[in-house]
């Protein structure tokens, strides 16, 4: 079982606050854009009734991204949230598991813990952006030479502009007279 366990037999009915930290090993966050650093921090409130428990939190874990204009290696914290609900059920039933809703697992009532993993590492990966940037002005790099624009100007010349342009440009020139 992984390091995000949350133990169902000390929680008192009502809310409590949970804490979690674990190695991100022991969560599938492997991506190519992305690597990630621990430990991965879960600040949790756990509201618990009868029949469910309700899970909200934070997730905070380090990130080493490249950046996806200039290619250069920046640390990122990622945070990301956390919901999910768990339904108690009692006896032998088809209902462990996902349910048809998003964020709403089926558990036996007598379930001692709860594994968070697949989880936070959803919640995760739904958190990051589509295109990784050092910054968000990130100016990227010269399609010429190649230099980062974010360290400064490079000595190539960019009067040249793509061909569909063109008839823009003459309209400009024209109202420019």
């Not at 991965?40 to 409130?45: F, M």
């Not at 088809?94 to 697992?105: K, Q």
């Not at 958190?127 to 050092?134: I, N, T, V, W």
Request: aromatic residues 6%.
């Amino acid at each position: 079982m992984g390091k995000f366990v949350l133990d169902l037999r000390d929680l008192k009915d009502g809310k409590s606050t949970r804490s979690l930290v674990g190695d991100v090993e022991s969560l599938d966050l492997s991506r190519d854009e992305y690597v990630f650093h621990s430990p991965v921090r879960v600040e949790l409130e756990v509201t618990r009734s009868e029949y469910e428990i309700s899970v909200v939190g934070e997730i905070l874990v380090t990130a080493q991204v490249e950046c996806a204009r200039c290619a250069c290696v920046s640390t990122r914290e990622i945070v990301a949230d956390l919901r999910a609900r768990y339904i108690r059920v009692r006896g032998k039933s088809d209902w462990n598991g996902r349910s048809e809703h998003a964020g709403v697992f089926r558990i036996q009532y007598d379930e001692g813990v709860v594994d968070l993993s697949e989880e936070i590492c959803q919640s995760v990966l739904v958190s990051l952006p589509m295109r990784a940037l050092c910054t968000s002005d990130c100016k990227g790099l010269c399609p010429s030479c190649g230099a980062n624009l974010n360290e400064g100007q490079c000595s190539c010349r960019r009067t040249q502009s793509h061909p569909a342009w063109a008839a823009l440009e003459k309209l400009k020139d024209i109202e420019g007279q």
